[in-house]
């Protein structure tokens, strides 16, 4: 089963300094984080203060390709986690046929934000994840899981939604 989320901000992890996408579910209660590279969190970053960069980047030019073609994206789905790397799928429709790509789960939210369509999650994606698994540190691991719950605006920065 699917659950929706949306991207609650952008962050830099405070141990390895990499970026994270903060997925939260629509009650509030459930936090995925998805570390992302360098180029992913500036493209979504980009999206996410609305900034227009003066030719199309990727994530942009798909759009168009998108758009122009006549294919709608109907949603992404955060669907898998193996071996610590997270695994997406964008569904796409065209001419009422539905088509799924395999995605860089960074790629599929930056596509979701710049075509404004709703991002999902598996519950067993959200059951599995570090954040939610009893790990052997136990105590770091819900310590993290109740930071990740708590963030707040400043934690954030400017890139938040």
């Known amino acids: 089963m699917e659950v929706e989320m ?3 901000g952008l962050m830099l992890d405070p141990v390895t300094n990499l970026p994270i996408v903060i997925l939260r579910n629509l ?3 459930s936090v995925l984080p998805i570390w992302v590279g360098a180029y992913e969190a500036n493209a979504i970053a980009l999206e996410i203060e609305k900034v227009a960069a003066p030719r199309p980047m990727t994530h942009d030019l798909i759009r168009n390709v ?3 073609t ?3 994206l109907r ?3 955060v669907s898998e986690l193996k071996d610590d790397t997270f695994y997406a799928v ?3 429709e065209k001419n009422g046929e539905l088509i799924s790509v395999d995605s860089r789960p960074s790629d599929a939210l930056a596509l979701a934000l710049r075509m404004d369509c709703p991002i999902f999650v598996e ?3 959200l059951r599995t994840s570090k954040v939610g698994q009893a790990v052997s540190d136990k105590a770091s691991s819900e310590e993290l899981r109740r930071w990740l719950e708590n963030i707040n605006d400043e934690d954030l920065g ?4």
């Open 6 to 8: 949306k991207i609650r």
């Open 27 to 29: 009650d509030g209660n």
């Open 66 to 68: 998108l758009l122009g």
């Open 70 to 72: 006549e294919t709608m």
């Open 75 to 77: 949603k992404v789905v």
């Open 90 to 92: 964008i569904w796409m």
């Open 123 to 125: 519950e067993e994606v």
């Open 158 to 161: 400017p890139y938040k939604m």
